[in-house]
T-cell receptor, first 113, second 112 residues
Framework: GAVVSQHPSWVICKSGTSVKIECRSLDFQATTMFWYRQFPKQSLMLMATSNEGSKATYEQGVEKDKFLINHASLTLSTLTVTSAHPEDSSFYIC?????????FGPGTRLTVT | RKEVEQDPGPFNVPEGATVAFNCTYSNSASQSFFWYRQDCRKEPKLLMSVYSSGNEDGRFTAQLNRASQYISLLIRDSKLSDSATYLCVVNIPTSGTYKYIFGTGTRLKVLA
């Protein structure tokens, strides 16, 4: 099946710093990628839809200036958490769309201290 | 009303039991439906797509009821390894494309 990678797999950062997470589709091109966030014992919450070559579409309640998404190529989307705070600590998962099927990355566990 | 709703469980069943989960969705324009499985602290893995005519894959059967706007997953002869959280996913049309919304997930524990 299709493979999606995420980097880093886990990161610890200090409050106020920015963290960039990369999502790559390794063996297919994805014009659309999704970014999700999952808090402990909760389901995945869609944060934004990332479209190659255009601005991301953010879900209600997700601050676009805080969670910067760049989909610069058909195989790479990045999520930057700017000025991170402890409440941003979460599991961030991306997925890439191929023929209406989503392929998920392994996730990035972010801890903000 | 939530876009996609599931009973969070947990469902505790003995090995060999048959268990069924339901998932309701609110947008009648939704086109694609999926069941995913998620193990603790891992990414979701596609279990099966759900087709209008219903589909079966080994011990797993998925069904779609468009009139009542729900999908179901039936697991027969439960194994210990089936213990996980089962997420239903529904695609919702938006601005000329689709977005995929997850249900809250249903936790299943299969007991020896």
């Amino acid at each position: 099946g299709a493979v999606v990678s995420q980097h880093p797999s886990w990161v610890i950062c200090k409050s106020g710093t920015s963290v960039k997470i990369e999502c790559r589709s390794l063996d297919f091109q994805a014009t659309t990628m999704f970014w999700y966030r999952q808090f402990p014992k909760q389901s995945l919450m869609l944060m934004a839809t990332s479209n190659e070559g255009s601005k991301a579409t953010y879900e209600q309640g997700v601050e676009k200036d805080k969670f910067l998404i760049n989909h610069a190529s058909l195989t790479l989307s990045t999520l930057t958490v700017t000025s991170a705070h402890p409440e941003d600590s979460s599991f961030y998962i991306c997925s890439a769309l191929s023929s209406y099927e989503q392929y998920f990355g392994p996730g990035t566990r972010l801890t903000v201290t | 009303r939530k876009e996609v709703e599931q009973d969070p469980g947990p469902f505790n069943v003995p090995e060999g039991a048959t268990v069924a989960f339901n998932c309701t969705y609110s947008n009648s324009a939704s086109q694609s439906f999926f069941w995913y499985r998620q193990d603790c602290r891992k990414e979701p893995k596609l279990l099966m797509s759900v087709y209008s005519s219903g589909n079966e894959d080994g011990r797993f059967t998925a069904q779609l009821n468009r009139a009542s706007q729900y999908i179901s997953l039936l697991i027969r002869d439960s194994k210990l390894s089936d213990s996980a959280t089962y997420l239903c996913v529904v695609n919702i049309p938006t601005s000329g494309t689709y977005k995929y919304i997850f249900g809250t997930g249903t936790r299943l524990k299969v007991l020896a």
